[in-house]
């Protein structure tokens, strides 16, 4: 695959939802891309303005915290796992969470999954507990929002 292939299959890529530098890498040298054409396009796309981590890592974790209503734990996670940044990555969540209330988003993921009404016996509490748990809120949060 020549360079300019590489490249507009990156574009096309990043046309349909933002990448990280690293998981645009490996998507592009799983199309058969050579590391040389791969590292070509990522540079051009980075210099272009169209890759940028930064606004990946701000992106992802707007998503994550706001629609689908995940905690900074597990939004945390999956950065990591897609290898961005620590500093990207905590910059993102530390101002998305200025402008947000934890407490206000573990209310509104535990009202989505089991409605407004209180738990009515310690096995309901857990379960509400475990869930918010799984969704990435700390500790602190949970027990604030159950009581």
Do not use: W
């Not at 396009?41 to 890759?51: D, I, P």
């Not at 500093?87 to 209330?101: C, I, K, M, N, S």
């Not at 209180?118 to 929002?145: E, N, W």
Request: proline share 3%.
């Amino acid at each position: 695959m020549d360079d300019a292939r590489v490249y507009d299959l990156a574009l096309r890529c990043l046309a349909l939802r933002p990448h990280g530098v690293v998981e645009l890498g490996r998507k592009l040298r799983a199309k058969g891309a050579s590391p040389a054409a791969v590292a070509e396009a990522l540079e051009r796309c980075q210099a272009s303005g169209c890759l940028n981590d930064a606004a990946f890592a701000e992106s992802l974790a707007r998503n994550r915290l706001l629609d689908r209503r995940y905690g900074p734990g597990r939004v945390r996670l999956e950065l990591r796992s897609l290898e961005v940044a620590a500093e990207l990555a905590e910059a993102a969540l530390d101002r998305l969470l200025a402008e947000t209330d934890a407490i206000a988003l573990a209310r509104s993921a535990l009202e989505k999954r089991f409605g407004s009404a209180p738990a009515q016996d310690t096995k309901s509490l857990k379960k509400r507990y475990d869930y918010l748990m799984r969704r990435g809120f700390d500790a602190d949060t949970i027990r604030q929002v159950l009581r």
